[in-house]
């Protein structure tokens, strides 16, 4: 059985940790194997990486360096995580993938898409996720809520104007990445997974 690539983007507090773990169950019932990781880190050097990305003690990091960095973890995911686990039939559910660094830094950054796109071509070695879902939600209602369950990160520290970039860049990347499925996430769970699975069914 062929593997599969699930990849959940969205602003921040917006649902998608629970989200992965009622789609991981769904398939767990079908008789799959699910494997779970996230962006940045999934690996030991991909995690090391994440610590200094989002240590809230690097405020001097340069956007170039960041955006670099997040490459970097990227490039170790998909060569020691990712691809080995979809060669072995399993369905891999990623917490962020490319596209955020694309939004995040190619938007929020103001970096440049384009440029942003070039460094992460190198590093994912062609692969493209079977499904991405974008949690829509509002920005600033999905980070109070990630607020409120302790302290942020550099990123989720930001100020406001930034995540509201990054969203109408989520927004703008939909029209040029057709992999990428909008949910409406600004509903309870069980209305929000309903929605989910009408999408995932289409996967098997």
Do not use: C, W
């Not at 989200?19 to 880190?41: D, H, L, Q």
């Not at 670099?68 to 399993?90: D, M, T, W």
């Amino acid at each position: 059985m062929r593997g599969l690539f699930i990849v959940l983007e969205g602003p921040d507090g917006s649902g998608k940790s629970t989200m992965a773990n009622m789609i991981g169950e769904y398939y767990k019932n079908e008789g799959r194997e699910i494997v779970f990781t996230r962006e940045p880190g999934g690996t030991k050097i991909s995690e090391q990486i994440r610590d200094i990305i989002l240590d809230n003690n690097n405020i001097e990091m340069a956007y170039t360096t960041e955006a670099l960095l997040y490459a970097a973890s990227r490039a170790q995911h998909v060569a020691e995580f990712i691809k080995p686990h979809l060669e072995q039939g399993k369905v891999v559910i990623s917490e962020r993938y490319v596209y955020s660094s694309i939004v995040y830094q190619g938007i929020g950054r103001k970096l440049g898409i384009q440029k942003v796109k070039e460094i992460n071509d190198f590093a994912i070695d062609g692969l493209k996720p079977d499904l991405v879902l974008f949690f829509d939600i509002n920005p600033e209602k999905a980070l109070n809520r990630k607020l409120s369950h302790g302290n942020g990160d550099r990123l989720e520290n930001e100020e406001i104007a930034f995540h509201k970039s990054v969203y109408e860049g989520y927004k703008e990347i939909l029209k040029h990445y057709d992999e990428i499925v909008s949910i409406n996430a600004d509903k309870n769970v069980n209305e929000l997974f309903y929605d989910i699975k009408s999408i995932i069914n289409n996967l098997k």
